[in-house]
């Protein structure tokens, strides 16, 4: 895709943004790479006014890509394009194709950028090493960094030196590993493996136990694993819990939040947890919040996070102090 290309795709996908409204903006930029979201937002910062005709445009654009990726993921390309020539005539039907088969180009070796290094290891340590640097020179570099590190001693140079020396490879050679690779894969995901365990089966244990428990096990966590102790801390409360506080205990916490903090920690979560808060701010301060949420437009998910997890950290601060007790064993304490 050339530079002029891409310039225009990313101003459709502002004027996209730009013509859903906020809320639904939101919604698809949390998806999104912070990169993207970036490049869309500057997009959008130099948009001015987008003339209507230009909108419904691109909004039709839009609708006709993505009936088109439905029909491809149902019924193949070539039923999608069969049905398109019918709708559209074999001129339009081309150009939609050609933009969808665009918008699905995978790379190779897509599907193994999800699994997890030490499988990918499993599978691939008694290749050749081409075949391993092959592999390893389309992952992510961190992934490839994991499975290299595991690799035996003597193999890690070799399969280094011929990732350094590699050029080109035929398509038709890359397509065979990735095929054999990708089917060794899959017969990993039909089996039915017991998963017990792990952070959040202790997150959830906690959850039940008395305040006193909950405290002297995180203590001698915080002393053995600081960072496993850190890992519990933040999962045991999310944002979202705050709808489990009752209205006296919101108050409190909301007191002790910056307005504009809460009106990033807002974005995204669901209309229980903003009706919860809105029922406890004044009026004046409700609508004073939702002028700031307005305002500020899209932002990253990763800003939000923080945001919430800032207010996280405040409300067991207070609960710490006292002031608001958070109930746990399934509701028997009473917040206060």
Known sequence: MNRQTTTRSREKAAILIVSLGSDA????????????????????AKLGKVPPESRHSVIA????????????????????????????????????????????????????????PS?????????????IALILAHLHPNQAAAVISGLPQEARAEVARRIAIMDRTQPEVVKEIERVLERKLSSIAAQDFSKVGGVKSLVEMLNWVDRGTEKTILENLSETSPELAEEVKQLMFVFEDIVLLDDAAIQKVLREVDTKELALALKGVGEEVQNRIFKNLS????????????FMGPVRLRNV????QRIVNVIRKLEDAGEIVVARGGGDEIVV
């Open 119 to 131: 499988q990918l290891l499993s599978f691939i340590q008694n290749e050749h090493p081409q075949t």
């Open 61 to 116: 654009e839009f609708r006709e890509m993505c009936r088109a990726q439905e029909v491809v993921h149902e019924g193949g390309m070539s039923s999608a394009r069969r049905l398109l020539e019918g709708a559209f005539g074999p001129e339009r039907a081309n150009e939609i194709v050609g933009r969808v088969v665009e918008a699905l180009q995978v790379l190779p070796f897509d599907f193994a950028k999800k699994a997890d």
């Open 305 to 308: 996070e923080e945001a919430q």
């Open 283 to 294: 009026e004046r301060a409700g609508t004073m919040l939702k002028e700031d949420m307005e």
């Open 25 to 44: 903006a939101n919604k698809i930029l949390v998806h999104m790479e912070d990169e993207d979201v970036e490049q869309i937002s500057v997009e959008v």
